[in-house]
T-cell receptor
């Protein structure tokens, strides 16, 4: 599976949009981009995933560039409860496992 | 939907004992489940992939005789840490993916914090 690169940390003001970038320049055509987050001392929570089209659900939006080499997770109105480590993972439908990198620690500040 | 239940949430036991952790998919069937371990301030490290009705696939460096995995049904996988020692103390997390497969995401349990005295 392709490796991903994320900034180690980001801050965001409460109520503002949080934009979390992920670089996956070696992504293959059959690999999806998945986003999870882990709040302290809990298991990771699935947020959203996509292949090449932008996706939106009740939690977030996922913007994937046309060349698919990078993506951005957008939390439209960040709250203090969104403070967590966010992981971007690339996985093919044929691969069973997901490999976690170091993620981005997002701190939402009042 | 897509709930994964993990039990127990935390356990403290003496060195040398064996500890069993259960992982259940509550509202979907999971042909494949995954076991991760996480040390403080580190990312999740995949230990093994558990396949229903067959032997688990262990990642390099993970002792299969130390970490016994059983996946006897489509909704239950267990991880047994045998003869646990203090260095096995960690946060163990399971995940499962819907058997419909394809690009379905993994869903995670809330983890088990294991402390070996």
């Amino acid at each position: 599976d392709a490796k991903t690169t994320q900034p180690p940390s980001m801050d965001c003001a409460e109520g503002r949009a949080a934009n979390l970038p992920c670089n996956h320049s070696t992504i293959s055509g059959n690999e999806y981009v998945y986003w999870y987050r882990q709040i302290h001392s809990q298991g990771p929570q699935y947020i959203i995933h996509g292949l090449k089209n932008n996706e939106t659900n009740e939690m977030a939006s996922l913007i994937i560039t046309e060349d698919r080499k990078s993506s951005t997770l957008i939390l439209p109105h960040a709250t203090l409860r969104d403070t967590a480590v966010y992981y971007c993972i690339v996985r093919s439908i044929n691969a069973g496992k997901s490999t976690f990198g170091d993620g981005t620690t997002l701190t939402v500040k009042p | 939907g897509a709930v994964v239940s993990q039990h127990p949430s935390w356990v403290i036991c003496k060195s040398g004992t064996s500890v069993k952790i259960e992982c259940r998919s509550l509202d979907f069937q999971a042909t494949t489940m995954f076991w991760y371990r996480q040390f403080p301030k580190q990312s999740l490290m995949l230990m093994a992939t558990s396949n229903e009705g067959s032997k688990a696939t262990y990642e390099q460096g993970v002792e299969k005789d130390k970490f016994l995995i059983n996946h006897a049904s489509l909704t239950l996988s267990t991880l047994t840490v045998t003869s646990a020692h203090p260095e096995d103390s960690s946060f163990y997390i399971c995940s499962a993916r819907d058997s419909t497969g394809g690009h379905q995401p993994q869903h995670f349990g809330d983890g088990t914090r294991l402390s070996i005295l």
